[in-house]
C-alpha cells in the first residue's frame, strides 16, 4: 500500500526547506537596510564572486520574494520526504547560485537577486 518514491517512516517537518524559507524572509527584509549592491550582481561582479552565493538569500520586491519563498517551500517540502534534508539543500546551493553565477557571465549589464533559480532546481527534480 505504499506509494513508490515515499517513504513510510513517519512524516517529519521539513527542517532544511523552513531554513531556507527564513533565509530568504529574513534576506528579503534586511534588505532594506542595504544596498543591493551590497549584496547581489549589480553590474560586473568585479572580484567579488561572494555575491553569488548571497544572492539567492535577498529579493529587492517583496511580491517576487513572496512566490520565490513560496516555490521554494513547496517544493523543496516535496523533495525532502522524498530524498532527505542533504539533497534539498545541495539543489538549492546548486540551482540558485548556479543561476546567478550564469546570469552575472552572460548578461552584459546584469541585477542578480532572488532565489528563483533554486526554487526551479527544486520543481525540475
Not at 102 to 118: D, I
Amino acid at each position: 500500500g505504499e506509494i513508490p518514491g515515499i517513504r513510510a517512516e513517519p512524516h517529519h517537518r521539513p527542517l532544511a526547506t523552513i531554513v531556507l524559507a527564513v533565509a530568504c524572509a529574513v534576506g528579503t527584509i534586511a534588505l532594506a537596510g542595504f544596498s543591493p549592491a551590497d549584496v547581489g550582481i549589480v553590474g560586473s561582479p568585479a572580484g567579488e564572486w561572494w555575491k553569488v552565493a548571497t544572492a539567492p538569500f535577498f529579493a529587492d520586491d517583496l511580491w517576487y520574494a513572496v512566490a520565490t519563498i513560496f516555490a521554494v517551500v513547496l517544493f523543496g517540502w516535496l523533495l525532502e520526504a522524498r530524498h532527505g534534508h542533504v539533497t534539498v539543500v545541495l539543489l538549492f546551493c546548486l540551482c540558485g547560485m548556479g543561476g546567478i553565477a550564469v546570469a552575472a557571465a552572460l548578461e552584459t549589464v546584469p541585477l542578480a537577486f532572488g532565489a528563483n533559480g533554486a526554487a526551479l532546481g527544486l520543481l525540475a527534480d
